[in-house]
T-cell receptor, first 113, second 108 residues
Framework: DSGVTQTPKHLITATGQRVTLRCSPR?????VYWYQQSLDQGLQFLIQ???????AKGNILERFSAQQFPDLHSELNLSSLELGDSALYFC????????????FGPGTRLTVL | KNEVEQSPQNLTAQEGEFITINCSYS?????LHWLQQHPGGGIVSLFM???GKKKHGRLIATINIQEKHSSLHITASHPRDSAVYIC??????????FGTGTSLTVIP
């Protein structure tokens, strides 16, 4: 158990819908990272937050947004869902913003029908 | 061209064998990570390297910054080592790139 929690574990929804994925980092970790893992594209970095501020942005679509709250939990919002958004979404946390080892959550499996 | 290339893509070994997985990258990095992903999907960070060599139990990771190359070695492999091993780099510009993974199967 990494200490990072993600909810929900599974999510099934329809095209065009909007969903919110939630991540709670390990106690004391200030950075949260979001990743997408799909069968055809592998793992991709979406976005990083550090202590409430956006720190780095990867291949995150405009339909997706994220935020980190004062209690350091983070949410990833996915809207206007398409079939291709079906994937595993991982959250990871680290102590600092640049060089810390990352601890991964168990992931949320999103299926868009 | 991918920023991170791993080889081999698939690897089958007999229990007890010494295993090497290679990772080459083409970007400037601040750190390189080796990750392990089990069939259930969970990801564990094995190593984070910015130079030299690190060892945890039977696992050894090395990095050569000049050659932009890293290796993950598993000594005395065991069936429980069967997993996908993923190389990831964090660039100087704070981006992350992942290799496509090496699927390892260790046969008893």
């Amino acid at each position: 158990d990494s200490g990072v929690t993600q909810t929900p574990k599974h999510l099934i929804t329809a095209t065009g819908q909007r969903v919110t994925l939630r991540c709670s980092p390990r106690s004391g970790d200030l950075s949260v990272y979001w990743y997408q893992q799909s069968l055809d594209q592998g793992l991709q970095f979406l976005i990083q937050y550090y202590n409430g501020e956006e720190r780095a942005k990867g291949n995150i679509l405009e339909r997706f947004s994220a935020q980190q709250f004062p209690d350091l939990h983070s949410e990833l919002n996915l809207s206007s869902l398409e079939l291709g958004d079906s994937a595993l979404y991982f959250c990871a946390s680290s102590r600092d913003s640049l060089i810390g080892e990352q601890f991964f959550g168990p992931g949320t499996r999103l299926t868009v029908l | 061209k991918n920023e991170v290339e791993q080889s081999p893509q698939n690897l089958t070994a007999q229990e007890g064998e010494f295993i090497t997985i290679n990772c080459s990258y083409s970007v400037g990095i601040s750190a390189l990570h080796w990750l392990q992903q089990h069939p259930g999907g969970g990801i564990v960070s094995l190593f984070m390297l910015s130079s030299g060599k690190k060892k945890h139990g039977r696992l050894i990771a090395t990095i050569n910054i000049q050659e932009k190359h890293s290796s993950l070695h598993i000594t005395a492999s065991h069936p429980r080592d069967s997993a996908v091993y993923i190389c990831a780099v964090r660039t100087s510009g704070n981006q992350f790139y992942f290799g496509t993974g090496t699927s390892l199967t260790v046969i008893p």
